[in-house]
Structure formats: structure tokens, C-alpha cells
């Protein structure tokens, strides 16, 4: 590698700006390129707890933990798993002590964003086409009609990624459930029975193929997942449907469920959103194929189990720390990196296939108890 190999990244989520930022501490320049027109195109999410075996440690590595935790929602980690009658069959206070703290994942992105140098992000560069050209560089395309070439590519242009086809023929199946969002603003003032409920930090209250799951947000914001395990056509009705209709069609799905837990769908303030639920393989991996490769949920795209954000997060350290550790030999770093990424996401995916099951299978909520009882409060 010499200064003027060109590293371009795909995508500006959690894992391509991890990358930039690992790169540029090692003194080495990465060029990241973002669909979105701006930092602010679009509302990031709520809640990611992110964790001391992998989030938080690429958060050391990038020099970013001490401002990490600033942004920490204190009294995020306690959680509470209900019956369908609200009665409370498991309970957990956050002491401070837990190792999975909670920060908006907007302000994660914002730390980041500010730790890279200026013109490091390019806004408004949607990925179109590549092409490979040999001796691993290729020829990226973009819908704006600009057209670079890399030495080093990398796909962290998430689960729907255009660098993927460069390495691998899988995509991303539909995995039989949807996350719905809902919030109530201002909800201790306005729905006290709920906000009592959901208690300080995570409420779950499952059973057999559906669940109503919801975390309070610093500002007074209760944010749910109402989650169904439904053919994808169905949540089409919903997307396609006024609020009203939408809310009311959800909530009939809850029937007989104790009112303030119900409130979380009919009181919502906002049009309900559709997060419908895919997956690669759970050992999705390839070939090494010179000069590309993939990081997050381009790589491993899986159910939600509260590891994706911090899975890309590692992987965007991990690559960077892998490049800086082999400048001279970038073939035997990508080679290096994809190895242990593909053994700890296929562990990874099997963990959320299984958490799904503890969710939403037929022992829901018990399984759920019993594996919160089993998990020491501080894992
Ligand atoms: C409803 C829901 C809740 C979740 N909750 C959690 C949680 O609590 N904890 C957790 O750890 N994980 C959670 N996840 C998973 C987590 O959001 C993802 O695993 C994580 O965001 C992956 O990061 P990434 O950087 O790989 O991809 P992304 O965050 O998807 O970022 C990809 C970026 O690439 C850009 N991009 C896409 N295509 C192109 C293109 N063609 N050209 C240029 N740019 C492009 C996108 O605009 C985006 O900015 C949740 C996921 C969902 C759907």
C-alpha cells in the first residue's frame, strides 16, 4: 500500500465509519461514500445497547470510549418481562454495573462522524454498478454519474449491499416477522399506567409468534416493537393503511391484552413503521476475491438480537486494525479479517435464530424468564 492507494468505503452507517475512523488512527486514508444526502437525511433510530465484548471494545480501539460514555442513558439497562395481564414475571434494576449501556444510535453516528476528517464522508454517492478491472481494483459507479476506482473496496452498504454480488450469489430472505414501530411522547404525563409498566429501561411481553416490546427513550419517549410473526403480505395491508386503520388492525392482533400494554399501539403518536425481518445465511461466507470485501449487515445480515449494531461496529475495527496491521500485504489483512469474522457472525446468527425461538416459540414468555433468570445481571 503507498499514499496514494485508494480505499473506498460503502456506506456511512455504524460499521463503514468505525472502519474510517480505525483507518484514519493509523494514519491511514479511507474515502466513505453514503447514499443519504446528509448527515441529517434521515431520524437514526432509537436505543442500541452496546456491549463489552464487542461495541464497546472497537469503541476503545477507536479511541472514541471516553466520549461513548458521555452519551449513556443511565437507568437503560434495567428490564422487566410481563404477562399478556401485565402481571411482572421477571424484573432487573440497572445498578450501573451491567456491561450492555444504552446510547441513541444517532449520537453514536455523530461521534463518529465528528472524529474523521473533514471531506471523509461524501453525501448523496449512491452505489449503482461495479466493476472488477483485475489485480483487485475496480470501478465504482455512482447514480450521481461520478465514477472512481479503488484498490480497496469495502461493502458496509448494509443488508440490501451492491458490493455483495462481487462476492457472494446469497440474498436476503424474508425470516417470517416484523418489527412495527410505535411511540408515545411524553408518556409519563400522558399514559401513566403504560409508563409505569414499561418501567426504567426495556419491557418485553411475549407470547407464542407475537410480542409488544418497548424501551424508554431520555426524552419521555416510550418506543415499542410491536412484533408479529405473519406472512409478509399482511404487513403490506398495514404499511399501505391510514394510522387509524393501521393502529387499529395492530392492536386487534392484542386482543384481550391488559389496556396499558395495548395503549403502546392505539395511542401512538406517529404513523406505524414496517421493519420487516431478513436474513443471509447463517454461515454466509466466501471466497477470498481480491481487493473487496464486506463488514456488517452486508456480510451477515440476521434477526434482531441486539448484536447487529455491535457486530459492525467490531468488524469496522477489526478490518481497520487488520489493514494497519499488514499495509504492505492488504490480500493477507482481508484474508485475516474475514476468517474471524466469519466464525464469531455464524456464532452470532445461530445465538439470534435461538433468541428468536425464546421470543416468540411456543414456551414464550417462560423460555424468555428462564434465560434472563439464567444470565448474570452484569453479562
Ligand atoms: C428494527 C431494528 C432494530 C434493531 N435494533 C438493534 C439493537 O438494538 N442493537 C443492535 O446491535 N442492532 C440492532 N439492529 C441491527 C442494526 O441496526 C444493524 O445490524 C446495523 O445498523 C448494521 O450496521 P451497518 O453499518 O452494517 O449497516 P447500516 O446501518 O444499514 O448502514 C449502511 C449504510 O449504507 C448506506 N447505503 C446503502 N446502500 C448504499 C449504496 N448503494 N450506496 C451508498 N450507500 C449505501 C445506507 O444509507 C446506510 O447509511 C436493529 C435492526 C432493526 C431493523
Not at 224 to 232: D, E, I, N, S, T
Request: glycine share 10%.
Amino acid at each position: 500500500m503507498n499514499m496514494n492507494t485508494s480505499i473506498v468505503i460503502i456506506g456511512a452507517g455504524l460499521g463503514g465509519l468505525m472502519l474510517a475512523r480505525v483507518l484514519h488512527i493509523h494514519g491511514i486514508a479511507a474515502t466513505v461514500y453514503e447514499a443519504e444526502t446528509s448527515p441529517m437525511a434521515r431520524t437514526q433510530g432509537g436505543l442500541l445497547d452496546i456491549h463489552d465484548f464487542n461495541g464497546q471494545l472497537a469503541l476503545k480501539d477507536a479511541g472514541l470510549y471516553e466520549e461513548f460514555v458521555q452519551l449513556i442513558h443511565h437507568g437503560g439497562q434495567a428490564s422487566r418481562v410481563l404477562a399478556t395481564d401485565g402481571t411482572v414475571l421477571f424484573e432487573d434494576d440497572d445498578d450501573g454495573t451491567g456491561g450492555r449501556p444504552e446510547v441513541r444510535r444517532g449520537e453514536l453516528r455523530r461521534i463518529l462522524l465528528g472524529s474523521l476528517p473533514p471531506d471523509t464522508v461524501r453525501w448523496g454517492y449512491k452505489l449503482s454498478h461495479v466493476q472488477a478491472l483485475g489485480q483487485g481494483r475496480h470501478e465504482v459507479s455512482f447514480a450521481n454519474d461520478e465514477t472512481m476506482v479503488s484498490d480497496v473496496l469495502v461493502g458496509a452498504d448494509g443488508a440490501w449491499s451492491r458490493v455483495r454480488p462481487l462476492l457472494s450469489d446469497a440474498q436476503p430472505v424474508y425470516a417470517g416477522l416484523a418489527l412495527v414501530e410505535t411511540w408515545l411522547s411524553d408518556c409519563d404525563q400522558r399514559y401513566p399506567a403504560t409508563a409505569q409498566l414499561a418501567g426504567g429501561g426495556a419491557l418485553f411481553a411475549v407470547t407464542p409468534g407475537k410480542g409488544i416490546l418497548t424501551h424508554r427513550e431520555p426524552d419521555g419517549v416510550l418506543h415499542a416493537y410491536v412484533v408479529l410473526r405473519k406472512p409478509q403480505d399482511w404487513f403490506s395491508r398495514i404499511d399501505e393503511a391510514t394510522q387509524a386503520d393501521a393502529l387499529s388492525c395492530l392492536a386487534a392482533e392484542f386482543a384481550g391484552w391488559h389496556p396499558a400494554l395495548t395503549t403502546m399501539i392505539t395511542a401512538s403518536d406517529k404513523a406505524p413503521v414496517v421493519r420487516l425481518v431478513h436474513e443471509l445465511p447463517d454461515e454466509h461466507q466466501w471466497p477470498r476475491i481480491p481487493g473487496v470485501t464486506l463488514l456488517g449487515d452486508a456480510a451477515h445480515l440476521m434477526a434482531p438480537s441486539g448484536e447487529g449494531a455491535n457486530l459492525a461496529l467490531l468488524d469496522g475495527a477489526e478490518l481497520g486494525k487488520a489493514i494497519a496491521a499488514q499495509p504492505a500485504d492488504i490480500e493477507a489483512a482481508l484474508l485475516s479479517f474475514e476468517q474471524q469474522m466469519f466464525v464469531r457472525s455464524a456464532a452470532a446468527a445461530a445465538d439470534a435464530k435461538a433468541l428468536q425461538e425464546i421470543c416468540y416459540g411456543a414456551r414464550a414468555p417462560h423460555s424468555l424468564v428462564e434465560m434472563f433468570s439464567a444470565v448474570p445481571a452484569s453479562a
